[in-house]
């Protein structure tokens, strides 16, 4: 079984992050941050303008900077022939 990971930007620093996908649609991305014990879970939602997706972890805002429709195309390419949401 292969890991996903994606880069996420804390938006208060603007640095990179890398991150696992704990689950992948287009409608919502969760992510998992950290590891072991100290891992939390976090739920990235497509922003107002679809460009990216947004989501709050321990009080910090993470974005992930694809597009919807970017988003819908890598699920598509990975997963050839799934229903489409």
Known sequence: MNTETIKVRVTETRQLMDVVVFSKRASSIEVVIGSGVHSVKCE?????????YA?????????YERSREQV???IDRLNPGEYRR
């Open 44 to 52: 990235l939602t497509p922003t107002r303008n679809g460009l990216a």
């Open 55 to 63: 989501g709050s972890v321990m009080g910090r805002e993470i974005v």
């Open 72 to 74: 819908q195309a890598d």
